[in-house]
């Protein structure tokens, strides 16, 4: 018994791994201020992605839309990600906590491009970003 339960512990690990393997390809920055410094010494834009540790539309969001090659490489081209939990970050007060997953587009100098809210998939966000481009 005590092998099986072994055997299934690594695998649920292994698993785990994989499903957030993706994710990781990104390098999220945590701190709101790094990132604004990165995103000025890059002259990129800012993705900012307001989650909760406990959100299912917020883990939905990830493991799909967030692990999609092509958003991947477009978020790493044009923006510097940023991931904010409302349950465990410091998140300034110019940005709404409730109705996560949400979503900001900024300048390099913080300033709002635009948000929105929800759920979007792979060509739904790409659109999005293109629209904070053209927006800027």
Not at 85 to 108: M, N
Request: glycine share 4%; hydrophobic share 40%.
């Amino acid at each position: 018994m005590q092998i099986v339960l072994k055997t299934f512990k690594f695998l649920f690990f292994v698993l785990l791994s994989l499903s957030i393997s993706h994710a990781v390809d990104l390098n999220w920055e945590n701190s709101y201020d790094k990132a604004l410094k990165q995103a000025q010494k890059e002259k990129k834009l800012v993705y900012l992605f307001i989650g909760a540790d406990k959100c299912k539309y917020c883990n939905k969001y990830k493991k799909t839309t967030l692990s999609d090659e092509r958003v991947i490489k477009r978020i790493k081209k044009d923006f510097i990600p940023l991931y904010m939990s409302r349950d465990r970050d410091k998140i300034p007060k110019k940005f709404e906590l409730y109705g996560v997953p949400r979503h900001y587009f900024l300048t390099a100098k913080g300033e709002i491009i635009t948000d929105y809210q929800g759920v979007w998939d792979a060509s739904g966000l790409y659109s999005l970003l293109d629209e904070a481009i053209a927006e800027q």
